[in-house]
């Protein structure tokens, strides 16, 4: 670093010089030993002390005693002139020799903080460089070669160019223009810029200067720092990053994540969703769990942070809270941060709860379904056994026999109880519809006790159903729609109301297929239900058939009635529309198409089972059920057909190995003891067997084969099948066999 002037420098030189010519004059005249004494003791203790002021005022006093001890000596008195000039010499000789002590104290000073500073600067990565505008000179310290990647001069001055050429193009104008108001205002500046080194690296550099000036204020000098910061801008723009990446990645949790320290106090949190905070953030930073939360939350929230705290484990306990919208379910996980501080990710579990109460009674019901079939199974084998005979009983007298009218009574209650059978069946989804030509009129009539008894007496039910049209339906499972329907009504309305229930013929044409292209043009049979209950606004109606959807509180439902209605008007190629809106009511619209003329005849041609033409083919009746064979051989033998009996699968896998070329159908149960139906179906085919098989079942195909997946020459007859349904199934798939 070059040296700073100093004024009171002058001064020394100037009582040196003139000393120095008295010095020499009185050298020049004869001296004694005690005279050059004089001399040598001044200068001596001034090295000898370096310049101490203890030392050197009893220096001075020693000298001044021999001065005036060899001035008043025996040998003579000198002149005074003399005299005078001698002790004139000796202060002189004194002061020289305190002055070069003092400026050699002072350079080592210097040099030591020299020393000093550039090793600070070294330690910092902190260089210095100075700038005379006088004479344009420009000197740098080592650490600026170090930073610039530049070989050191020996002198540490360099050309300004040096610098400009190393600054990027981009940068080295706008660095150019801050140097120069700094001087201009004489102030100091703080810059950053890029710097390209000779071996090719870019590197981010951090300069601060001040500017100093002269006695009159003119800029004299720019002194300042330069820092290599590149290695801290990509550590600060790495941290950017990560906590951008951390953002993003806390932006798309839905969960809630809160910093507690082990004052049990809200030091931070991230909501994605700031309508999920129990309070707002200003009413819970800085505060603690029990100021903020419940006492019991409070208690628990509490005593976990205390335990991750202590055991420095993970912890995880669950609350419930009360919200505006009602009560919610909470899980929080406590995880260790750092000695001070733990991490709480709290997640909302209320649908998760009650979803699993869902599976939970949907697996209720599937038990319960289980069980429903099968006693549905048993029972429908007990009405095949009472509808058969019945009928036998019933073809054996004639018309106007008093019998005759018992036996119908007795069919109807056989036909009845099917019907029941065949909804226990599908509440335990091992049926599938059966549909037939009905008139739904009918249908809702004979429905409607059924309707008021499930309907509180709070709730009136008006029924108007007046259309004459028919339409293919599974009756029983357009009840279950119905009642599904008239429990969303009922609940609907906690206080009571009116219930419509109409059936009416509409007619959807051309116009109303272009906005609902799905919907065939025609005539349909539509039944309306209609309540005056709270409604349901937009959102809650696009949501309305989604499975487990649900508006009612928790555990009061189980969100498939709807979706169950939606499937069962899908399978009767009908079609379900909801029409709704808050505070004013819903209906519900049920469109069935209405079937041709044609066709309910041709349904109906089949009804009279003596209309349907017998045989003389062979047929291996396989049930286990001793009663329902009798009758299947009775009425099967009726028809001229020839009756083989096999109690289960074995039996007549032994049967149709003796005299299988007989056979020309099989009629099997599905569930045997031994060999079941399908079985012995494969048995058969690994035989290479051929004959069809009509499978009897008090269960619907859906729990054994589906409809579109039972094999070629395979059918299904559902029990309690009735002799109509026999006779017809059995000619059908005899009749196919020949063709």
Known sequence: MAAVPVKRSYLWFVVAGVTGLIFIADLLTPRGVGEWILYIVPMGFTFWTRGRRSPLILAAVITILL?????????????????????????????IALAVMRSWNAEALLRDIHQRIMLATEATGVAIWEWNLTTNQVHWDRQMFAIYGIEPTPDGMVDYGVWSSAVLPDDLPRQEEILRETVARRGRSVREFRIRRPDGSVRIIQAVEVVRTDSAGAPQWVIGTNQDITERRRGEEELRRSEARHQSLLAGLP????????????????????????????????????????????????????SVFESRTPRTFQFELPLPSGSRQFEAVVVPMDQDRVTTVVRDITQRRTLENQLRQAQKMEAVGELTGGIAHDFNNILTIIGSNAELISARLSADSAVAEYLADLRSAVRRGADMIAQLLKFSRRGMLERRPMNPSAVIRDFSGMLRRLLPETVSLEIEAATDDTVLIDPGAVQQVIV????????????????????RTAWLDEGYHA????????????????????GMDQETQLRVFEPFFTTKPVGTGTGLGMAMVYGIMKEHEGMVQVYSEKGRGTTVKLYFPVVSAAAVAEARRHTDPGRIRGGNETILVVEDDAAIRRAARRALEGKGYTVVEAGDGEEALNI??????????IVSDLVMPKLGGRQL????????????????????????????????????LHKPWTLTDLFDKVREMLDQRIT
């Open 656 to 665: 149709f190995r003796r005299d299988g070329r007989n056979i020309s159908l």
């Open 67 to 95: 001065a005036i001890g060899l001035i008043l000596s025996p040998q003579g008195v000198p002149l005074p002139l003399a005299a005078v000039n001698r002790v004139v010499v000796l202060i002189a000789v004194w002061g």
């Open 255 to 306: 969960e809630l994540v809160f910093l507690i320290d082990r004052d049990l106090r809200y030091r931070d949190y991230h909501a994605s969703q700031p309508e999920q905070l129990y309070v707002a953030p200003d009413q819970f930073l800085g505060r603690r769990i029990d100021e903020v939360l419940p006492q019991p939350v409070a208690q628990v929230a509490g005593a976990a942070v205390a």
């Open 681 to 716: 179906a494969d048995a058969l085919r690994e035989m290479g067997s051929t004959v069809p098989l009509l499978f009897t079942s008090g269960y619907s195909a859906d729990s054994t084969y589906r409809a579109a997946e039972l094999p070629p020459g395979v059918a299904f």
């Open 484 to 503: 599904n329907l008239c429990t969303n009504a009922r609940d609907a309305m906690p206080e009571g109301g009116v219930l419509r229930i109409a059936c």
């Open 515 to 534: 906005t609902h292209p799905w919907v065939r043009p025609g005539p349909y049979v539509c039944i309306d239900v209609e309540d005056a209950g709270a």
